[in-house]
């Protein structure tokens, strides 16, 4: 396996906050999955986790090399814990295309926050053959 691409971003929460104040469901819909959903709004600190998720999302979409674009949903991209909580990504759609035409095997994920700011580090990894 070989690194393809990297991608950062840093979301803060304050933000994905007052977006999910001012739109509501609809805003939650558009991002997250239900699986997601279910998984962020659970926890005690929801916004941060929602911060965490957003930002993982645009993390993914810079290893993919390219913005939202032509049919590309938020929803493409779903992220959750696997059973020792390690966050694992899950394509979907056209990004599950723009993964397989970059020979994307994998994206490797690293979540981290605070109550002001969610960082996620993202690294696509494939066979180069």
Known sequence: MFIIAH????VRCE???RVWREHGARF???IYTPA????CLGHRTAVVQLSGR????EAVMKVLGTGWRGGMRWTDIEILP????RPVVRLHGETLQMANRARI????LSISHTDE????SAIGVGALS
Not at 7 to 10: A, E, I, K, R, T
Not at 54 to 57: D, E, G, R, Y
Not at 105 to 108: A, F, G, K, P, R
């Open 7 to 10: 991608g950062v971003d840093l």
């Open 15 to 17: 933000r994905i906050e």
């Open 28 to 30: 939650l819909e558009r």
């Open 36 to 39: 997601e959903r279910e998984y």
């Open 54 to 57: 957003f930002a993982a999302k």
């Open 82 to 85: 696997d059973a020792l909580g």
């Open 105 to 108: 095997d994998q994206v490797l």
């Open 117 to 120: 700011h969610a960082l996620a």
